[in-house]
Structure formats: C-alpha cells, structure tokens
C-alpha cells in the first residue's frame, strides 16, 4: 500500500479527482443551488441525472457517462436494454441542457461555476469564473482535451484506445499542477498559527499521539456491483481480489458490465471533502495522515499500531466489516429491499430495533448514519468510524466530526466531555431533501 500523504506535493489529492478537491465542496454546493432553483423544481428525473453526471465527472469515473451505463445506472434498465428503442438518457440529456440554459439565463445568475452539457455528449462541462488567468486557462484547456477524448458514434476501438492513453497523460499532468498547488495551499495554511492541539474527541485522541492516522476511502463500484448481481462480497473475498459473486451465474455481457465498472481505482465523491477536512485538522496539529483507495489495502496494513479512519458501511467499504460486528448501531443488509439498515443490537426504552431510511433514491424523508470512536482491540491505535445507510449520510457525519463547535455540542449532548469517556457511537439522524442532507441529529448516543 503506497500511502498518499499530506506533505507528500506528488501524491495529496485521492485519485479521480478532476478538480482541486479543496474546490469540489463549493462546486457541490453550486450544484445544489442549480438543483434547487426554478429551473430544476419541475424535473425530479432530470436533477437526478444532473447530480450523477457532475458527481461521476468530478470522481473522473467517465466509463460512466455513456448511454448503456447511464440507462443502467440512472434509471434502472436492465444491462441488455435496447438503448435505440429506450431513448430516456437523450431525452433526459436534451432536457437538462434546455433547464440548464433556463438556469443560468435568467436575471442575476452570475455565479463562480457555470455547468453545461454539450450537444452529442454526456460528460458535463464545468467553468470556474474566478480563476486566475493561468487556472482558467488550464481548466478549458483540460476540458477541450476530455471533450476531444469523448468517443465519437462509429469510432474504431484502435482510435478510442489512443485516446484513452493520451487522455491518461494529460490527466497526470493536471493532477501534477493540482497537487503543486495544494502543497502551496497546506504552506499557507501552517503559516496561520493554528493550534497545536485541539482538545475535543476524537482528535484529542487520535492527533495527540506520534502515529500515522490513515483514511480508508470507501469504493463505490463495489456498492454497484453487489447491487447489479443481487450477490454479497466478503471482506474474505475483497481482500483476494475476488470483486463480482458468484460470476459464474451471470451472463457473459453481465459480465463484461461489472468488469468495466471496475476499471480504475475511485473514491465516492463524498469521500474526497472528508479527506481534505482531517488532512486540515492534522495540518494544523503536524500530525501526518495518509489516504489509501479501499481497493489498495490489505488484510496486513490493518495489522499495524496506526490509527484508522473509515469512510462508508460495509457494502461500499468492506474493511468496515473488521469494526461493524463491534458496534451497538450496527450495518446489516436487507435483501428485501436490497439496502443496508442500521440494527440497534441492544435497544434502549424508547430506541428503535432498526432504523432504516425512508428516502432512497433522492427522494424525500430520513437517513441514518454512525460517527463511532473505538479501540483496535488487536492493536494499540484508535479507529474512527464515519458511515451512512446512503452516501448523504456519511457525508453529514464526516462534516459533523470536522465541524469543531458541532462535534463538541454533540458529543456534551451524548455525556462526553474533553476527559472522555474515550470511546463512544453516535446514531445520527438527517432528513433528506431531493439527496440532499440537512437538519442532522443526534439521536442515540453509547459510551464505553
């Protein structure tokens, strides 16, 4: 496992990240405003494809934003559907390009980013208006190249191939500049005079020793495949590489589906601004942190006296199975309903048995997510768990535990104060609005 560390200039952004990831919360905060605005309202289906193509772009996932795998993904076709009678993903696209001209063509719309979907394509093209003359000069030059990259109708596999490569290039001298500029982006942070302890839970914890804290980003192909086959991978099974279950029961094109969904090596985009905000926290204590892709660890990294923080349940992130049978607040998967719940082991009066999300797929109604702070009984390091029954969930807790003045009025809400006790879960609860979270909660606490 190769670490990417924060002082390390070559290596501080998660891979897929198109953008500076200091910048993809503000983008997704953009993005949100366009969903919300007047020219979205009146389109659930069409928000709904805006947000995966944007979110999808950002992650540099682009085997994604093609017809099949969108209809796949999006809106629940079936792998072999025939996408010359299906038209819904030109339909949908044709209609988000007229809401988005709507959008940013009525009275007061200048705004930092400005968002477009190009005719014949479905890969997003994303502006920033506030860059300086060299950033906005490389941004389009970065998206002339990935537009250039985007495989014509007809094209033969040898030319699409090419592409690919020279695309691959270009991304890695843009992820140079972009982690370049991050390095000087950390220097002027340390020159702030932040503190060098901060003296609440976790991080009194977790910064206050000399150990390596290493993030653990979750894998969101692996999510998608467990949820195309029906099928379960054990951490057993993801530790040897063993991605798709049961392929042997799946038809050859099912097949080549999951093999393709598998290429590359992503984080959830929720993940990255996460990332970015402890790597802020250790920066401003000279503690070192490393980041490392799900798909990169194995069963003997786990084996060392570092502290861990992970990101996502179980399904998205199998090496949170080493921690989830230890927790009260439990993830267990429902194939009824084909969705993770959170199973409260040992209910309280007045506690639910289970709590399960009543707002899948950008709907409107709850989530639930865990914030829990354990001892690695096996080693001597600390683990901080952060994960949600959906990707808005984990995102709500992991801007909880980095949002100091929250955490603190939580954590006294839970009992739990600077002397501890030391280790603790928090069942969180948020509503959800079109996917997007607010008004998060505690709702149960325990303390060990």
Same mark, same amino acid.
């Given at each position: 496992?190769?670490?990417?560390?924060?002082?390390?200039?070559?290596?501080?952004? @998660?891979?897929?990240?198109?953008?500076?990831?200091?910048?993809?919360?503000?983008?997704?905060?953009?993005? $949100?405003?366009?969903?919300?605005?007047?020219?979205?309202?009146?389109?659930?289906?069409?928000?709904?494809?805006?947000?995966?193509?944007?979110?999808?772009?950002?992650?540099?996932?682009?085997?994604?934003?093609?017809?099949?795998?969108?209809?796949?993904?999006?809106?629940?076709?079936?792998?072999?559907?025939?996408? =010359?009678?299906?038209?819904?993903?030109?339909?949908?696209?044709?209609?988000?390009?007229?809401?988005?001209?709507?959008?940013?063509?009525?009275?007061?719309?200048?705004?930092?980013?400005?968002?477009?979907?190009?005719?014949?394509?479905?890969?997003?093209?994303?502006?920033?208006?506030?860059?300086?003359?060299?950033?906005?000069?490389?941004?389009?030059?970065?998206?002339?190249?990935?537009?250039?990259?985007?495989?014509?109708?007809?094209?033969?596999?040898?030319?699409?191939?090419?592409?690919?490569?020279?695309?691959?290039?270009?991304?890695?001298?843009?992820?140079? @500049?972009?982690?370049?500029?991050?390095?000087?982006?950390?220097?002027?942070?340390?020159?702030?005079?932040?503190?060098?302890?901060?003296?609440?839970?976790?991080? =009194?914890?977790?910064?206050?020793?000399?150990?390596?804290?290493?993030?653990?980003?979750?894998?969101?192909?692996?999510?998608?495949?467990?949820?195309?086959?029906?099928?379960?991978?054990?951490?057993?099974?993801?530790?040897?590489?063993?991605?798709?279950?049961?392929?042997?029961?799946?038809?050859?094109?099912?097949?080549?589906?999951?093999?393709?969904?598998?290429?590359?090596?992503?984080?959830?985009?929720?993940?990255?601004?996460?990332?970015?905000?402890?790597?802020?926290?250790?920066?401003?204590?000279?503690?070192?942190?490393?980041?490392?892709?799900?798909?990169?660890?194995?069963?003997?990294?786990?084996?060392?006296?570092?502290?861990?923080?992970?990101?996502?349940?179980?399904?998205?992130?199998?090496?949170? $199975?080493?921690?989830?049978?230890?927790?009260?607040?439990?993830?267990?998967?429902?194939?009824?309903?084909?969705?993770?719940?959170?199973?409260?082991?040992?209910?309280?009066?007045?506690?639910?048995?289970?709590?399960?999300?009543?707002?899948?797929?950008?709907?409107?109604?709850?989530?639930?997510?865990?914030?829990?702070?354990?001892? $690695?009984?096996?080693?001597?390091?600390?683990?901080?768990?952060?994960?949600?029954?959906?990707?808005?969930?984990?995102?709500?807790?992991?801007?909880?535990?980095?949002?100091?003045?929250?955490?603190?009025?939580?954590?006294?809400?839970?009992?739990?104060?600077?002397?501890?006790?030391?280790?603790?879960?928090?069942?969180?609860?948020?509503?959800?609005?079109?996917?997007?979270?607010?008004?998060?909660?505690?709702?149960?606490?325990?303390?060990?």
């Amino acid at each position: 496992m190769q670490p990417i560390t924060i002082n390390d200039a070559h290596g501080t952004e @998660i891979p897929e990240i198109g953008a500076k990831s200091w910048d993809v919360a503000s983008l997704e905060q953009h993005l $949100n405003g366009v969903l919300e605005g007047e020219a979205f309202k009146g389109s659930h289906r069409s928000g709904k494809f805006l947000k995966y193509i944007v979110s999808r772009a950002i992650a540099g996932d682009f085997d994604s934003l093609k017809e099949r795998a969108l209809g796949i993904e999006v809106f629940g076709r079936p792998p072999g559907y025939d996408t =010359s009678a299906d038209a819904i993903v030109r339909v949908t696209a044709s209609d988000v390009r007229k809401r988005l001209l709507q959008h940013y063509g009525r009275p007061g719309a200048a705004a930092e980013y400005r968002i477009s979907l190009p005719a014949g394509s479905y890969l997003p093209k994303i502006t920033r208006e506030s860059h300086s003359h060299s950033e906005q000069q490389l941004l389009s030059a970065v998206s002339a190249r990935i537009q250039e990259h985007v495989p014509a109708a007809g094209s033969n596999a040898h030319s699409t191939s090419r592409r690919r490569v020279e695309l691959f290039r270009f991304v890695l001298a843009v992820l140079l @500049i972009s982690a370049l500029n991050l390095a000087a982006f950390v220097v002027a942070w340390n020159r702030l005079g932040k503190p060098e302890h901060i003296a609440i839970l976790p991080w =009194s914890s977790i910064f206050g020793s000399s150990r390596v804290t290493q993030i653990i980003t979750s894998d969101p192909n692996i999510a998608e495949i467990q949820g195309f086959t029906g099928g379960q991978i054990s951490l057993s099974d993801y530790a040897n590489h063993h991605y798709i279950p049961d392929p042997n029961l799946l038809t050859p094109e099912q097949r080549r589906f999951c093999q393709v969904i598998l290429r590359g090596d992503k984080a959830s985009v929720v993940d990255t601004p996460i990332a970015m905000a402890v790597g802020q926290l250790a920066q401003a204590t000279s503690s070192k942190i490393a980041v490392h892709g799900a798909r990169n660890v194995q069963f003997s990294d786990m084996q060392t006296d570092a502290n861990f923080i992970l990101l996502g349940s179980p399904r998205s992130n199998p090496w949170s $199975n080493l921690y989830n049978d230890r927790l009260d607040f439990k993830f267990e998967y429902d194939p009824k309903t084909g969705r993770e719940v959170i199973r409260n082991v040992h209910p309280r009066p007045g506690e639910l048995p289970s709590y399960v999300e009543t707002a899948p797929g950008w709907a409107t109604g709850q989530s639930y997510a865990i914030v829990a702070f354990l001892k $690695n009984l096996d080693q001597s390091g600390q683990v901080l768990f952060l994960a949600g029954e959906n990707a808005e969930g984990t995102e709500a807790a992991g801007k909880l535990v980095n949002d100091i003045p929250r955490l603190e009025t939580t954590l006294k809400k839970c009992g739990i104060g600077p002397s501890g006790p030391e280790h603790f879960e928090i069942l969180l609860r948020l509503d959800m609005l079109a996917g997007s979270p607010s008004n998060v909660d505690a709702v149960n606490c325990r303390v060990f």
